[in-house]
């Protein structure tokens, strides 16, 4: 039991509540490469993406590992993103603290999105039991290579008016 629930509906929440951080967070980097603030869908990805990291915590821990300093390195990110956002109204240099905050923590989920994907898809297990083999390597650096890019496009291309 977490917080009341069995693991699998507090798994399946925390699952829900990452997918809908995901594809919020790709409509706000989109956003982001076409000059456009979406407010409201940022709001969604900031409180999605936060609620991703904190429910992280609430499964059972049996040691401090990766997905922990995930967790941490998100909602870093995450604050910074969102005082850049709300509290300096993404003036001056918070523009791009913002922007980078938003690419890394959507980064981050989509990482985690592929660990979990070649742990639970037989088909990509097989390719990489372990997740040391090239065919895991290779998708989490193409995701990488994806989020740079991306991330350049959108610190160019989102020069917000001011507030």
């Known amino acids: 039991m977490i917080f009341g629930m069995t693991t699998a509906t507090y798994t399946l929440i925390h699952v829900i509540i990452s997918l809908i951080g995901i594809a919020s967070g790709f409509v706000v980097i989109f956003g982001?490469?076409?000059?456009?603030?979406?407010?409201?869908?940022?709001?969604?990805?900031?409180?999605?993406?936060?609620?991703?990291?904190?429910?992280g915590f609430g499964f059972p821990i049996h040691k401090f590992g990766p997905p922990h300093i995930l967790g941490i390195l998100s909602l870093i990110v995450l604050a910074i993103a969102v005082v850049a956002r709300y509290t300096f109204k993404l003036s001056g240099s918070w523009r791009w603290l913002y922007v980078a905050g938003a690419i890394a923590a959507q980064y981050f989920n989509c990482f985690v999105g592929v660990v979990q994907a070649f742990e639970k898809i037989d088909a990509?297990?097989?390719?990489?039991?372990?997740?040391?083999?090239p065919p895991f390597a290779i998708a989490q650096g193409a995701v990488l290579l994806l989020f740079i890019v991306l991330g350049i496009l959108a610190t160019k291309r989102f020069r917000p008016a001011a507030s």
């Open 32 to 55: 982001l490469i076409s000059n456009k603030r979406l407010d409201g869908m940022t709001a969604l990805f900031l409180i999605t993406t936060i609620a991703t990291s904190v429910t």
């Open 124 to 133: 990509l297990h097989a390719l990489a039991p372990t997740q040391k083999e």
